[in-house]
């Protein structure tokens, strides 16, 4: 006890003189989240403005009406084709007989999206005005009591109620609950695993083990003290999120911050590990694209169940995919600890493998 | 005749296909400086990481202090000093000195004392205080010597103490080696600087795996007919060669 004390200390002592490393585990999550924040944010509405050739004048006039959509009437096919190639205008409609023929600049998806929208909606409206002015012709023509209960139409108001944040809720408010470990996970796994790499290569981690300190000793000394550390950075982020950036959090904080100490013990336990088979920084940073990156595709922001089933198997043996599971329940659903058992028991499994392996692992360097 | 603190037996160490230590013999009695000398590659180094514990040999047997190694304990009577320095950059000299004192499981009441103690044996007294990241290339070497003191192990195992000292400093830590020698502890150095090797009590030619002569400098000397053991070191090495070239 008194090493693994001991190791801690130094660990934390070391991390605390090194005050570059420190500001990036502690403000760099800050600066992306305001990135992401005022990204995710702004205004998405797009600006679309559409040619039309040979279109009815209702049709042109109703997707003017459009929200974001501009028709400008062109005489020819060809001096729209001319614009679209200039990039005046983002698509063509071109009317022959009862059919319509479109040609997308299809360079930003969500204008193409907006063009077909709008066609679809006025055809539409197009068409239920058509239908309204013939209705009531034959309204004129009918019994007046049989009319008395159609003409009243009251356009319903539609009332928006959210169980979670607000209308301003974005994609960024379902981030960022992951978000948070991932950057628990991705600053501990490096640090950590550049340390524990920087101990070999310097000759004090042999030394160390020249001593009669047991190999445990050394993998819980480094625990702990990365185990503040996730707890300081967890705290900063979460108070951040929610004092700083104004995001809902449902549930308890204090929850947040236990998974993300679990998920920051894995990710040290995951750095040891892969530092063993790093000779050098460099080859250590080697696994951000190999280990880091693919964790936050399957870590549940893009959902899982819409993927095909062998990439959804992909998840289950990452530990990102759990920490995300819980936190994102316990943020945005205000589960308490107890219902998010299980993928917090799946960490702890995932902890105890991968500090069994570094223990035995550290018997490369010894043989006791 | 006193029992060996090192003793190592018929040990072979392979690495892959490698032949590294061959039906290696070697004790060492307590009380006496023994200087391992041998080219780059002959094992010297994987001799002290066997009797450390580090690697462990695919036949025979390595002792210290009697007991089978690897064996976790007995590290605490042992004070290793690797051929890098291996210290903390980050902290200053006192606070390795302090951590390897815990690490070694040196009684809390006494570590002050210890650290005092080793850090005037190596004169860093006054620089105890500052980061080792600014200690300059001797000092380190003495911080790390220091740090193999701690714990007053009876027997202390020093890979290349004196790589990159400059003289003044090595004439010291010889000084300081032939010192503790004559309070009753056992060292194992290993070197290729040949002069240091007649500052030893016994010198052991390691070649090519295998100890090919050892024993006091004056009988070797007397044996070869050579005035150092420089020369001496020569002629076993080409005699192992021939040897070699027989087979």
């Known amino acids: 006890m008194r090493r693994t004390l001991a190791i801690s200390k130094r660990v934390t002592l070391e991390l605390l003189r090194d005050k570059r490393t ?18 995710f944010s702004a205004n998405t509405s797009v600006d679309v403005k559409v040619a039309t050739v040979n279109v009815s004048d209702g049709l042109v006039q109703q997707i003017d009406k459009m929200k974001g959509v501009k028709a400008v009437k062109f005489d020819s096919k060809k001096s729209a084709e001319n614009s679209l190639k200039n990039q005046q205008v983002d698509g ?20 193409t999206a907006a063009t077909k929208a709008a066609l679809n909606s006025s055809i539409m409206v197009n068409n239920v005005t058509e239908l309204k002015r013939t209705l009531s012709k034959i309204q004129s023509q009918l019994p007046m009591q049989a009319s008395s209960s159609t003409t009243q139409h009251v356009k319903p108001k539609i009332h928006n109620d959210y169980v979670y944040g607000n209308s301003k809720t974005n994609f960024f408010d379902k981030m960022l609950p992951i978000l948070m470990g991932f950057f628990v996970f991705f600053f501990v796994f490096l640090i950590s695993g550049m340390a524990l790499l920087n101990e070999r290569t310097s000759g004090t981690l042999g030394r160390l083990l020249a001593t009669p300190v047991r190999r445990s000793e050394i993998v819980f000394g480094y625990m702990l003290s990365y185990g503040f550390l996730a ?36 990710a040290l336990a995951f750095g040891i590990l892969m530092s063993t088979f790093a ?16 964790q936050i ?25 759990y920490s995300g599971e819980a936190t994102t329940a316990i943020v945005m659903n205000g589960e308490n600890l107890w219902s998010v058992m299980s993928p917090i028991l799946v960490l702890i499994l995932f902890l105890i493998v991968l500090t069994a392996l570094n223990i035995r692992g550290l018997r490369r360097y010894r043989k006791v | 005749m006193k029992a060996s603190v090192v003793s190592m037996k018929n040990v072979l160490k392979k690495f892959g296909d490698q032949v590294v230590l061959d039906d290696f013999d070697f004790e060492i009695q307590p009380g006496k400086i023994v200087g391992l000398i041998g080219p780059s590659g002959s094992g010297k180094s994987t001799v002290i990481h066997i009797l450390l514990g580090m690697e462990s040999a695919q036949a025979g047997e390595a002792f210290v202090f009697g007991q089978s190694m690897p064996d976790r304990k007995l590290l605490s009577r042992i004070g290793y000093m690797a051929q890098t320095d291996a210290l903390y950059e980050r902290l200053t000299g006192r606070e390795n000195l302090q951590f390897f004192a815990e690490m070694k499981g040196v009684d809390p009441a006494l570590v002050s004392e210890q650290i005092e103690h080793v850090s005037a044996v190596v004169e860093l007294v006054d620089e105890l205080d500052k980061k080792t990241s600014g200690y300059s290339g001797g000092m380190k070497r003495r911080l790390s010597l220091a740090i193999s003191l701690l714990g007053n192990g009876d027997l202390l195992i020093l890979d290349e103490p004196t790589v990159g000292v400059d003289p003044a400093l090595r004439q010291s830590i010889w000084r300081e080696l032939h010192r503790l020698r004559d309070q009753g502890k056992t060292i194992l150095v290993t070197t290729h600087v040949m002069d240091e090797a007649e500052l030893v009590d016994d010198v052991a030619m390691l070649i090519a795996g295998k100890l090919r002569e050892y024993g006091q400098p004056d009988q070797l000397k007397k044996k070869y007919h050579e ?13 192992n060669e021939t040897n070699v070239s027989h087979i």
């Open chain 1, 22 to 39: 420190l500001m990036l585990m502690f403000l760099a999550p800050i600066l992306i989240l305001i990135l992401m924040k005022l990204v």
């Open chain 1, 92 to 111: 063509i409609i071109q009317s022959k007989k009862t059919d319509f023929y479109v040609t997308y600049a299809n360079t930003d998806p969500s204008k």
């Open chain 1, 231 to 266: 707890i300081f950075q967890t705290l900063l982020i979460v108070l951040f999120t929610v004092y700083g950036l104004g995001v809902e959090v449902v549930g308890n904080i204090f929850n947040i911050v236990i998974v993300n100490v679990i998920l920051a013990f894995v």
């Open chain 1, 279 to 294: 000779k050098s920084e460099f080859q250590m940073m080697q696994f951000i694209p190999i280990i880091v990156i693919p």
């Open chain 1, 297 to 321: 595709f399957f870590s549940g922001i893009i959902p899982l169940d819409t993927m095909a089933h062998w990439v959804q198997v992909i998840a289950y043996i990452l530990p990102l995919k």
């Open chain 2, 227 to 239: 005035s150092t053991i420089e020369n001496i070191f020569l002629k076993v090495e080409s005699q």
